[in-house]
Antibody, heavy 116, light 111 residues
Framework: QVQLVESGGGVVQPGGSLRLSCAAS????????MHWVRQAPGKGLEWVAF????????YYADSVKGRFTISRDNSKNTLYLQMNSLRAEDTAVYYC?????????WGQGTMVTVSS | QSALTQPASVSGSPGQSITISCTGT?????????VSWYQQHPGKAPKLMIY???KRPSGVSNRFSGSKSGNTASLTISGLQAEDEADYYC???????????FGGGTKLTVL
């Protein structure tokens, strides 16, 4: 079945780095754009980044621009989010989502906690 | 990239109808027919309920409907059921530099 599975979350100190992964299955990964969306504890959804199906263009929210990098490996059906210079306000559940007429498929999320 | 404006909470009794508004600007909701709505139960991932303003994905109940007027989109749920109790988020494509923006979310309580 169509599925997205995130991994790579954890606890990191302020200023540190973390790389999230999102493994896709059940659909032709290389045909779709992909997003990262995050949700701070008890808060709403925040769009983070988008990458086109072939990786040719990438877009970021102002809050993460210059610190986060979205990428993909279509040969491995995997989406990535490299997060550098992490701040306390980056603490959130991070979801990957497939882009087709909205965010039609979501992963279960992976928790990132930035704390000393 | 300012968030879209939604009411913090709405409520209704089983069988009733409710409407959740989502107000943006002429740069997002008003410019594109690309508003989507998501349902999120506690501890779960969001689920797409409406896309392109008024279209339902396969498997979503026809009790859910969407519309737009100017800079405001709306989600209407008719025949409220207990399982509809959840948080609801709107989202719009916002054009410039290709970005997306979510609303702050609305908590629906079924009385």
């Amino acid at each position: 079945q169509v599925q997205l599975v995130e991994s790579g979350g954890g606890v990191v100190q302020p200023g540190g780095s973390l790389r999230l992964s999102c493994a896709a299955s059940g659909f032709t990964f290389s045909s779709y754009g992909m997003h990262w969306v995050r949700q701070a504890p008890g808060k709403g959804l925040e769009w983070v980044a988008f990458i086109r199906y072939d990786g040719s263009n990438k877009y970021y929210a102002d809050s993460v621009k210059g610190r986060f990098t979205i990428s993909r490996d279509n040969s491995k059906n995997t989406l990535y989010l490299q997060m550098n210079s992490l701040r306390a306000e980056d603490t959130a559940v991070y979801y990957c989502a497939k882009d087709q007429r909205g965010f039609d498929i979501w992963g279960q999320g992976t928790m990132v906690t930035v704390s000393s | 990239q300012s968030a879209l404006t939604q009411p913090a909470s709405v409520s209704g009794s089983p069988g009733q109808s409710i409407t959740i508004s989502c107000t943006g600007t002429s740069s997002d909701v008003g410019s594109y027919n690309l508003v989507s709505w998501y349902q999120q139960h506690p501890g779960k991932a969001p689920k797409l309920m409406i896309y392109e303003g008024s279209k339902r994905p396969s498997g979503v109940s026809n009790r859910f409907s969407g519309s737009k007027s100017g800079n405001t989109a709306s989600l209407t749920i008719s025949g409220l059921q207990a399982e509809d109790e959840a948080d609801y988020y709107c989202c719009s494509y916002a054009g410039s530099s290709t970005t997306w923006v979510f609303g702050g979310g609305t908590k629906l309580t079924v009385l």
